[in-house]
């Protein structure tokens, strides 16, 4: 279904604001949590892109297989950080990012 | 302008702005729940490109299992002292001159940028059907598959072996 309002540089404008919303997650936000979240909205921002590329672009459906891998990807990532995040609350009682700075003392 | 074009603006929408409250929220949990609108919005997204397999998965995987490990993880690294989860921000002028300069090179690159364009508009024809993704899966695609099953087992045994108390 392609109208005047859906086309690909809409999608193309959607991923970009979520990829940038992304980004600023990740560079502003303190908490480690936070920062998981922002990654999480960059991997959507990319699956956006690939499946809109694959719809307006391609005959074949390549798109949507790299959006599939690329779900596996996000569910890994978040797995093993929030493990990392944890370990680290254990060992420092905060999961600030400014006060996880003991390697530079 | 039709129905779906009002669909799809509200679609998007709810997905950019609930975004924008994951960013800009004070509070932890309130972001965690805006990720799920946002989340839910992408998969309306996906949606209006026919790749309902997708949606589908966007809501179980996502939705029902990154976000709830999110939402864990957010509440387990709390003292149970502080009321209120506060997420502030650090370096935001920097954070805002990067964002805004990202934002405008992405969309200089979407404006000027002049994609291929294939003789047929494709958009009619294409159905990403549940079935072509399964045999797409089991031919052209095996060895990614593969590798995806061997990434999934080493991230599980990993965050096992990385979250057990180390007394016994």
């Given amino acids: 279904m392609i109208t005047q309002v859906i086309t690909l540089d809409s999608f193309l404008i959607i991923g970009a604001a979520l990829f940038i919303l992304g980004i600023l ?6 908490n480690a949590i936070s920062v998981l979240m922002g990654i999480e909205l960059i991997l959507n921002a990319a699956n956006i892109n690939f499946v809109a590329f694959t719809f307006f672009r391609s005959y074949e459906i390549h798109g949507v297989l790299i959006a599939l891998f690329i779900f596996v990807i996000g569910v890994s990532e978040a797995a093993v950080a929030l493990a990392i995040v944890l370990n680290i609350y254990r060992n420092m009682q905060t999961v600030n990012l400014d006060e996880v700075d003991s390697l530079k003392k | 302008m039709a129905g779906s074009d009002i669909v799809f603006l509200l679609f998007a929408a709810i997905t950019i702005g609930s975004a924008a409250l994951v960013v800009f929220s004070k509070r932890i949990t309130y972001a965690a729940f805006a990720l799920m609108f946002s989340l839910f919005g992408v998969a309306g997204l996906y949606v209006f490109l026919s790749a309902d397999f997708l949606a589908a ?4 995987i996502y939705v029902g299992g990154i976000l709830v490990l999110l939402l864990f993880g957010a509440l387990l690294t709390v003292k149970v002292s ?9 370096q935001r002028i920097w954070g805002t001159i ?15 940028a002049d994609w291929f364009v294939p003789e047929k508009d494709p958009g009619d024809i294409y159905f990403a059907q549940s079935w072509q993704i399964g045999r797409q899966l089991m031919t052209e695609y095996l060895l990614p598959f593969e590798i995806a099953s061997i990434l999934l087992l080493a991230a599980l045994i990993g965050a096992m072996f990385m979250i057990r108390s180390e007394d016994k």
């Fill in chain 2, 82 to 90: 502080s009321v209120t989860v506060t997420t502030k921000s650090t």
């Fill in chain 1, 25 to 30: 997650a990740v560079l502003t936000k303190r």
């Fill in chain 2, 57 to 60: 998965a966007q809501v179980i």
């Fill in chain 2, 98 to 112: 990067t964002g805004i300069g990202l934002l405008v090179l992405v969309l200089l690159i979407i404006i000027r």
